[in-house]
């Protein structure tokens, strides 16, 4: 099954400062998905990134997709006490129409803590 | 728009019980999940319905769980009898063909 190893596991920074949470796939990547984790709760969804190169942005939170390097990147910009949470990067294993598509493979996730 | 309803949202029972936990999804949304996320973890693939039918059960510890979906809607999932490493948030999510999961709070269950 494929494997996706997120790193840093968890990370402190001061309110303000920017952040880059990443995301790496052991196997071919067909849509790379970042959920929000509340502790305890159910994930909400940021973005979806689909094609090689693809950038995505929602508010002050980037997304990339790097298909060669079978490798995401999640960027936080002047950060917050409301983006703290866990983040968690999900991954399509197989090509659309294939055995079970639809069903995402998740990283271990990163916690993120942010100090006001 | 309606999300993804779970309930219980808390569980607590002894090993060797039994419980269930019950998700309705969005209207409309054809595939149903359960994960099964164990503290520190990400979630981990339990079952995948496609309308009522299994598309994916490999994951699936059936000698404990079982899992059914009836009329491709409300779906239950059970664990009889539990055991210890049970103890996890069951999250059920739902979606539309090829499109993002929308994921409910999740059931936190405690196996002691």
């Known amino acids: 099954s494929q494997e996706l190893e997120q790193s840093p596991q968890s990370l402190i920074v001061q309110e303000g400062k920017n952040l880059t949470i990443n995301c790496t796939s052991s196997k071919t990547l067909y849509g790379l998905y970042w959920y929000k984790q509340k502790y305890g709760e159910g994930l909400i969804f940021l973005m979806m990134?689909?094609?090689?190169?693809e950038e995505k942005s929602h508010e002050k939170i980037t997304a990339k997709l790097d298909e060669k390097k079978q490798q995401s990147s999640l960027h936080i910009t002047a950060s917050q006490p409301s983006h703290a949470g866990i983040y968690l990067c999900?991954?399509?294993?197989?090509?659309?129409?294939?055995?079970?598509?639809?069903?995402?493979?998740f990283g271990q996730g990163t916690i993120l803590t942010v100090h006001p | 728009e309606a999300g993804v309803a779970q309930s219980p949202r808390y569980k607590i029972i002894e090993k060797r019980q039994s419980v269930a936990f019950w998700c309705n999804p969005i209207s409309g949304h054809a595939t149903l999940y359960w994960y099964q996320q164990i503290l520190g973890q990400g979630p981990k693939l339990l079952i995948q319905?496609?309308?009522?039918?299994?598309?994916?059960d490999s994951q699936l510890p059936k000698d404990r769980f079982s899992a059914e979906r009836l009329k491709g809607v409300d779906s239950t999932l059970k664990i009889q009898p539990a055991k210890l490493e049970d103890s996890a948030v069951y999250l059920c999510?739902?979606?539309?063909?090829?499109?993002?999961?929308?994921f409910g709070s999740g059931t936190q269950l405690s196996v002691l």
């Open positions: 990134l689909q094609k090689g190169g």
């Open positions: 999900g991954a399509r294993q197989t090509r659309a129409g294939g055995t079970s598509y639809g069903k995402l493979t």
């Open positions: 319905f496609q309308n009522n039918g299994v598309v994916d």
């Open positions: 999510a739902s979606s539309l063909e090829f499109e993002k999961l929308f």
